[in-house]
């Protein structure tokens, strides 16, 4: 007797850091300058796309006080989760057209509608909310999910033994971003420049940092002779256990990121911290998150990749409760700090994750997309939800327990999963062992 093929490469490579079969491996550059230039270019992709969602605080934080105060903030929350949720699940499409051979012609459009609807977005009025709106949540929001699949699956075409490092490094761009672009827009929004200026400065930012992008961005593997059938994937993904399991926990983890990341500053202003340092508790939380981001895909080279999801999920989930003791600059910063690193791990580890779980390397763009798209449902409805916990009168201890309970929740996803593939590699054995006889 004989195991099924798929199934016993699939438990090797996720008791392995390698991502896809031999063929794929040995033909795979592993470096070089169009693949470090391509991881590069995801870089400067990731910093201008999810950096600049990540300081979607500063925002939730001004529109609360000053630009939409006849609003609550759930529904100033709905802005940036619809924007979060595009972002996620536009992958289905941006992904499949990668697969497709259409990679480049995704990134130009992606890269111009950013610039566009960051510029519509200068040109709202205050209390203009479905202007913000339409513009920031849902506008932008799909400019920059046709870009945010794509640069993370190209890594894929030039590295298999490298790729956990390599897309570490990448999604460290957002982190990176995510640093830069809350001071940035804290001292031009809240300076001199205004809401306007300050908006339209950050829009001529990403249109140069994308445009030395689309320059460096490589192709390597030719297209799928034939379209990659989503209806096939999807009905294969949804019978393969683990990787139902890492969709959830994705969606799960993702409902108590953008708790952190849509109020920490609002709560740290709340609780009497001065304005200055209040402004940066976002740059810290960002700090931290590029380290782990960073570090991660070499501590998976040693853990595995399954078990570093796990345990970093597992440590963030336990620092969204500590939310509740949030009083002091300390607090903030220790909270913000620790957040970040641990929460950065699991981010970094989503795209090798799903590569690890995919047995077909020209099924990854498809099944990064799904997989980002369910992930997408929690971003959706993490902030107005946690924004409900809070009511007008922002009682944060209710809505850190549900946002910590939810993120627990995705970490218990995360151990099926292993569970699963522990189970899936007992069984190759025994059908290995059976055919010896």
């Not at 990731?46 to 609003?71: I, K, P, W």
């Not at 566009?116 to 709202?124: E, P, V």
């Not at 931290?288 to 796990?310: D, E």
């Not at 009083?327 to 641990?342: E, K, M, P, R």
């Amino acid at each position: 007797m004989q195991a099924p093929e798929n199934v016993s490469q699939l438990v090797k490579d996720a008791e392995n850091p390698s991502l896809v079969d031999l063929s794929d491996a040995l033909s795979l550059p592993e470096g070089g300058f169009d693949a470090w230039g391509t991881v590069l270019g995801s870089f400067l992709t990731q910093f201008c796309g999810f950096g600049s969602v990540s300081a979607y605080g500063v925002f939730q934080d001004f529109y609360t006080q000053t630009y939409l105060s006849n609003s609550t903030p759930s529904a100033i929350a709905w802005i940036g989760s619809v924007n979060a949720f595009l972002i996620l699940s536009v992958g289905i499409v941006s992904g499949r057209m990668v697969d497709q051979g259409a990679f480049y012609l995704v990134m130009k459009i992606g890269c111009l509608l950013q610039c566009f609807f960051l510029f519509m977005l200068s040109l709202t009025k205050p209390d203009g909310y479905y202007q913000i709106f339409l513009s920031q949540g849902i506008g932008l929001g799909i400019a920059i999910g046709l870009t945010n699949v794509p640069s993370i699956a190209i890594v894929s075409h030039h590295f298999q033994r490298r790729r956990a490092v390599a897309m570490g490094i990448v999604v460290a761009g957002s982190s990176l971003g995510a640093i830069l672009y809350p001071v940035m827009l804290n001292n031009l929004i809240n300076g001199r420049l205004g809401f306007a200026n300050g908006v339209r400065a950050s829009a001529a930012l990403n249109g140069g940092l994308l445009f030395i992008a689309n320059l460096l961005l490589r192709t390597r593997l030719p297209p799928q002779p034939k379209a990659v059938s989503y209806t096939r994937v999807l009905r294969n993904s949804s019978r393969d256990g683990a990787y139902m399991c890492v969709c959830v926990g994705m969606a799960a983890f993702e409902f108590g990121y953008f708790f952190i990341a849509f109020y920490l500053q609002l709560d740290s202003t709340l609780h009497g911290l001065s304005q200055g340092f209040s402004f940066y508790s976002l740059t810290i939380f960002s700090s931290g998150g590029l380290i782990g981001r960073l570090t991660v895909g070499f501590v998976s080279a040693y853990m595995g990749i399954p078990n570093t999801i796990i345990g970093s999920s597992l440590i963030s989930s336990a620092i969204l409760f500590s939310m509740i003791g949030l009083h002091s600059a300390a607090s903030v910063a220790v909270i913000a700090a620790s957040y970040g690193v641990f929460s950065g791990g699991v981010v970094a580890m989503m795209g090798p994750v799903i590569s690890v779980l995919t047995p077909e390397i020209s099924h990854i763009g498809a099944r990064m997309g799904i997989a980002f798209a369910i992930a997408g449902i929690g971003s959706l409805l993490g902030a107005p939800i946690c924004g409900a916990f809070l009511t007008s009168h922002y009682i944060w201890w209710k809505a850190a327990i549900f946002a910590g309970s939810v993120a627990t929740g995705g970490c218990i996803m995360f151990v099926s999963m292993r569970f699963i593939v522990e189970m899936r590699r007992k069984s190759s054995s025994v059908c290995f062992n059976k055919a010896d006889v």
